[in-house]
């Protein structure tokens, strides 16, 4: 157990709708990233919290958002869902917002599926 | 702009051989991070190891070892009397004053028993 709880496991929905991916980071850590492993783009960063506030954007779909709430914990809003956004999501947490220095911790990961 | 290569897409090698995985990485800034993380078939990222732009010392950790080169950006990586439980996924990272990880595409290795 890596110490960061990711919520579902896995996930199949159809097209059109909207779901929500939960991440509870490690225990004394402020930092939130959010990475997406799709077959065509391998893995990429999404988007990272630090502390309650977006730190950094990357390739984020405009048909996503976050959050992180005051408990640090973070949710990954996925809507109007396309085939395409089918992919394993994952979480890593950070104790500093420039998580190079101090490592980063993964989920085990969201499997999401659109049918 | 900030890059890893990772060419190697797949590896097959037999049980007991020595195998190299490959990693290239492109970052203008001074300071950085370098990851390698293993995903097993059952999907989880496993951290393997993080070293930074200025400790070029090679690592060893049991049978595996990592050898870091700035002169020619790469940092290797090698399994020694590679094991079927080696099979998985192999990605190189790079984290730099960008913070959020830049991966490699990944090396597929099979190791065959």
């Known amino acids: 157990d890596s110490g960061v709880t990711q919520t579902p496991k896995h996930l199949i929905t159809a097209t059109g709708q909207r779901v929500t991916l939960r991440c509870s980071p490690r225990?004394?850590?402020?930092?939130v990233y959010w990475y997406q492993q799709s077959l065509d783009q391998g893995l990429q960063f999404l988007i990272q919290?630090?502390?309650?506030?977006?730190?950094a954007k990357g390739n984020i779909l405009e048909r996503f958002s976050a959050q992180q709430f005051p408990d640090l914990h973070s949710e990954l809003n996925l809507s109007s869902l396309e085939l395409g956004d089918s992919a394993l999501y994952f979480c890593a947490s950070s104790f500093s917002g420039t998580g190079g220095n101090y490592g980063y911790t993964f989920g085990s990961g969201t499997r999401l599926t659109v049918v | 702009a900030q890059k890893v290569t990772q060419a190697q897409t797949e590896i097959s090698v037999v049980e007991k051989e020595d195998v190299t995985l490959d990693c290239v990485y492109e970052t203008r800034d001074t300071t950085y991070y370098l990851f390698w993380y293993k995903q097993p078939p059952s999907g989880e990222l496993v951290f393997l190891i993080r070293r930074n732009s200025f400790d070029e010392q090679n690592e060893i950790s049991g049978r595996y070892s990592w050898n870091f080169q700035k002169s020619t950006s790469s940092f290797n990586f090698t399994i020694t009397a590679s094991q079927v439980v080696d099979s998985a996924v192999y990605f190189c990272?790079?984290?730099?004053?960008?913070?959020?990880?830049?991966w490699g595409a990944g090396t597929k290795l099979i190791i065959k028993p």
């Open positions: 919290y630090y502390n309650g506030e977006e730190r």
């Open positions: 225990s004394g850590d402020l930092s």
């Open positions: 990272a790079l984290s730099d004053s960008n913070y959020q990880l830049i």
